[in-house]
């Protein structure tokens, strides 16, 4: 797919007015427009005396087909993406901008050059269930999916031959599922576990429900692909706060190991009738005999015996319990805590479980939160038994984070996978938070090339001094993570490890003097060459605190130096405001995903 053009900082001004029949625009100078012999793009048009184009009802996007620089004029194709011709007087303003088609077109040029791969085995622990269709052989494709395609596929289980690495589904429209789906009183959905009943052929998702109320419960969802999901019903409801579902079916049944928040004792719930029906079939630790919290329960089947991993969010201490005898039966059994427990202590970056393990022949991935950075970090368990336990963390760890945009901006700190079908990409279902703050659902997938991804913030200490009309570089002083990258919380620069296009997005929350109606600037500049990447400008019209943000797509090339630079004319010196105690750093930072 060729992509439309663009460039920075093109905005013109209609020279003559525009009758809603008209092909040909005149303007005061064509030439600061791209070439359409290079290929077509897309401007925005409307009336400024109006304000901004979203004040303006005529607002039309047209779509540049010619341009001759001798009269000053543009031919194009009229009400494109949704908008209708409509008249125009002279001075309107004609802009270059990334406007929906070229993202979508973007994303769609993602789907054709994705190109994913895993190896299948037999599942031997709850990895989803025991009734998933195992194969042999491998994969290693690229592919472009519609949702018609996947209809007659069937899922699998999966490995995967080195770290898991995930990105954003191909085929995903995130988030996926939304406080909305579930209904008027929910608030948020998170902590999303998938299985899939071949009895009706459909996927199944469960899931912690926030009501509006403060009420925890499980909520349920289907789907046929595992893709797009129809929020069903409420399947646990009572008084006590419920969570993290982790759902499977073993020997013939169907099993849930809620959280069951910090204080109270952990259940095994059994389906009556799955998926919509449930009951206590046990309450095998109680939180009084176990002398911690039994948060957030994560078992696993290992060398013929059951282990089970806790949280203490009290003490930020991950427990480890196992089994007294061995066997597959996963009700009716006795549990002692393991000598090595608690494996983690004390520490908010490690403590809490974050999803299902991926057992293998020879070791067990194991996700965790990290409270502190807002992570989902992978480890590997090489050594498990009712003596001994031994991890470290993967090179790829970790291995999601918040998207620094949109609807996972803050946080992913949950994750479930699943190989869904033949021939087709993973499924790896994550929640996130957007800075509302409020938690979604989205679908990612497991992704051969590790990706570039790392924010840096301003804390602490506000960066004050601000000359007036003077470029002056972003002090951020925090790396808050970097994954594959070269942030410097030094200097505030970064640097990338391969050229490709990246989301770039860095904002600065202004402290203003006594002055106000001027201008302020963030630019993203390629400091080696001095070059604008991404920037913009706004206008702030009052002594209250303020934000710009600069955003967009941009290709950025390894060995080169990046940097943030503010600028404005307030006659005075004015302040970027630093984070402080807002540990995500939401007032002043920068976000840098590589894309491809």
């Known amino acids: 797919m060729v992509l439309d053009q663009t460039a920075n900082f093109v905005r013109g001004t209609v020279s003559a007015s525009i009758a809603s029949g008209d092909t040909t625009i005149s303007v005061t100078d064509a030439s600061i427009y791209p070439d359409p012999a290079n290929g077509d793009y897309n401007l925005v048009l409307w009336d400024t005396n109006q304000g901004r ?14 341009r001759d620089t001798g009269t000053d004029t543009l031919t194009v194709t009229r009400g494109q993406e949704g908008t209708s011709a409509a008249s125009h007087p002279d001075s309107s303003a004609l802009l270059l901008d990334a406007t929906d088609k070229l993202l979508s077109d973007v994303d769609t040029s993602l789907e054709e050059i994705a190109d994913f791969a895993a190896s299948p085995t037999e599942v031997t622990a709850p990895v989803n269930n025991d009734s998933v269709d195992t194969q042999s052989g491998s994969f290693s494709e690229s592919l472009e999916l519609s949702k018609a395609d996947r209809s007659h596929w069937s899922p699998r289980s999966f490995e995967f031959s080195g770290p898991p690495m995930v990105a954003p589904h191909p085929v995903a429209s995130n988030p996926e599922l939304t406080q909305s789906d ?12 998938i299985v899939f009943d071949p009895s009706d052929g459909q996927f199944h998702l469960f899931f912690e429900e926030l009501l509006d109320s403060g009420d925890e419960n499980i909520g349920h969802a289907t789907s046929p692909d595992g893709i797009s999901w129809t929020y069903d019903t409420t399947v646990i409801d009572d008084t006590d706060h419920k969570a993290y579902p982790f759902v499977f079916k073993w020997s013939g049944e169907w099993y849930m190991t809620p959280d069951p928040g910090g204080g109270n004792d952990f259940d095994i719930w059994q389906a009556d009738s799955f998926p919509g029906s449930w009951s206590i079939a046990e309450t095998p630790i109680t939180q009084s005999g176990a002398g911690h919290d039994l948060v957030d329960p994560t078992p696993i089947f290992w060398n013929n015996r059951w282990f089970i991993f806790f949280n203490d969010a009290g003490t930020d201490s991950k427990h480890l319990w196992y089994a007294d005898s061995t066997g597959p039966a996963f009700t009716g059994r006795s549990w002692s805590e393991h000598p090595s427990s608690p494996v983690v202590s004390g520490d908010a970056t490690l403590a809490r479980n974050a999803g299902r393990p991926i057992p293998k022949q020879n070791f067990i991935d194991f996700f965790s939160q990290n409270d502190t950075d807002r992570t989902l970090r992978a480890h590997r368990i090489t050594t498990l038994s009712t003596s001994a336990f031994e991890w470290s963390e993967l090179s790829t760890s970790p291995i999601a984070q918040g998207t620094g945009y949109g609807w996972a901006e ?16 993973s499924i790896a279902i994550v929640d996130g938070r957007s800075a509302a703050p409020e938690w979604s659902i989205g679908v990612y997938t497991l992704s051969e090339k590790p990706r570039t991804v790392f924010r840096l913030a301003l804390t602490g200490s506000n ?4 000359r007036d009309t003077v470029f002056e570089t972003v002090g951020f002083n925090t790396k808050q993570y970097d994954y594959n990258g070269d942030a410097n919380a030094t200097t505030g620069k970064f640097s990338v490890p391969r050229n490709g296009i990246y989301f770039v997005s860095t904002n600065a929350r202004i402290i203003p003097g006594a002055n106000q109606d001027y201008r302020v600037i963030i630019r993203l500049q390629n400091e080696t060459d001095l070059q604008n990447v991404v920037a913009n400008d706004a206008q702030v019209t009052s002594t209250d605190d303020a934000g710009v943000q600069a955003a967009g797509l941009a ?8 940097r943030v630079q503010f600028w404005h004319n307030a006659g005075e010196q004015i302040a970027i405001e630093a984070s402080g105690s807002n540990g995500n750093g939401q007032y002043s930072r920068l976000d840098v995903i590589g894309l491809y």
């Open 463 to 466: 960066q004050t001094g601000l």
């Open 410 to 425: 803050t946080d992913i700190h949950h994750i479930d996978m699943l190989m869904p079908f033949v021939g087709g990409p």
């Open 555 to 562: 290709l950025l090339e390894a060995g080169k130096t990046y």
């Open 182 to 193: 579930a209904g008027a009183n929910a608030d948020e959905v998170a902590d999303p576990f």
């Open 53 to 66: 184009p979203d004040q303006d009802s005529a607002v039309e996007i047209v779509r540049v087909t010619g």
